[in-house]
């Protein structure tokens, strides 16, 4: 995950939430860190941005997921574990986690 994002990072495809000046879109990848590590070595997820709420302002305001997780595998070996979820961007979820970047696909595989 790491790998991929720092790959984005220098294609200028990878942005922060914090960012004010670019708005995730429908197939762009997330990832998860710490909020008081963000973007550094310690990402914890990724997943795939299904689509975005935004308030009045365009300020993205939830994300709708479909996502899985790498230790899953390791937890449950005889199911598959990818679901639709909800995030607030820079909200830590029940497991500690925030979404903190986007990885925006097109940006990152352009010629």
Partial sequence: MSDL??????????????????????????????????????????????????????RVVRVHTIEGNYNWEYLYPDETRVSRGERVPGERDIFGAALVEYIDLEQLFAP
Avoid: C, K
């Avoid at 990848?29 to 689509?51: A, C, M, Q």
């Fill in 5 to 58: 994002a720092n790959q984005a990072r220098t294609r200028g495809a990878l942005h922060s939430v914090f960012d004010n000046d670019y708005t995730p879109q429908p197939g762009d990848l997330f990832t998860t860190s710490t909020l008081d590590r963000p973007g550094d070595s310690d990402r914890e997820h990724i997943g795939y941005i299904e689509s975005v709420e935004t308030d009045a302002t365009d």
